[in-house]
């Protein structure tokens, strides 16, 4: 088992900064990937960025690609995403997600492992 626990939300204007953190603990020794994934009122959870067990290989959504940045700090059981330019159209609840086996996927069927997620407000 694996417990993820996301920090760093809150309301921002747009163009502004946030930085999401999500701490994993628990069944962290083995391989896996990690990724971010958002859900907007009345909309599907959607896939935001991923990185694999390594941090060697990363993806982006089209959405965010430029001004998201995924990273990991194993040392601390961590991973984070650094969002600059914020639009109101990534007004979300963004929640990590971790998947054994250390591969990168889009599909939110492919994850193991959630948290409860965090709130990003974006005004304009």
């Known amino acids: 088992q694996v417990q993820l626990v996301e920090s760093g939300g809150g309301l921002v204007q747009a163009g502004g900064s946030l930085r999401l953190s999500c701490a994993a603990s628990?069944?962290?020794?083995?391989?896996?990937?990690l990724g971010w994934f958002r859900q907007a009122p009345g909309k599907e959870r959607e896939f935001v960025a991923a990185?694999?067990?390594?941090?060697?290989?990363?993806y982006y959504a089209d959405s965010v690609k430029g001004r998201f940045t995924i990273s990991r700090d194993d040392a601390r059981n961590t991973v984070y995403l650094q969002m600059n330019s914020l639009k109101p159209e990534d007004t979300a609840v963004y929640y990590c997600a971790a998947r054994y086996g250390g591969g990168l996927d889009t599909s939110r069927l492919q994850y193991d492992y959630w948290g409860q997620g965090t709130q990003v407000t974006v005004s304009s």
């Open positions: 990185i694999d067990w390594s941090g060697g290989r990363t």
């Open positions: 628990g069944r962290t020794s083995s391989s896996y990937a």
